[in-house]
């Protein structure tokens, strides 16, 4: 496998799950505010 395609695999990877973690999130906290789950989200990420 080339170094290019097997780097960018964990980045494309990452984004992926990065980019659908909200919508997760939303689904599984239930009826909460959006700046709350924002909130959330960024604590749970640092």
Known sequence: MPVSLRSALPALAAALLFGAST????VLI??????????LLYVRAS
């Not at 919508?23 to 939303?26: H, I, L, Q, R, T």
């Not at 239930?30 to 909130?39: D, E, H, K």
């Open 23 to 26: 919508p997760f999130a939303k």
């Open 30 to 39: 239930g009826n909460m505010q959006p700046l709350l789950l924002a909130g």
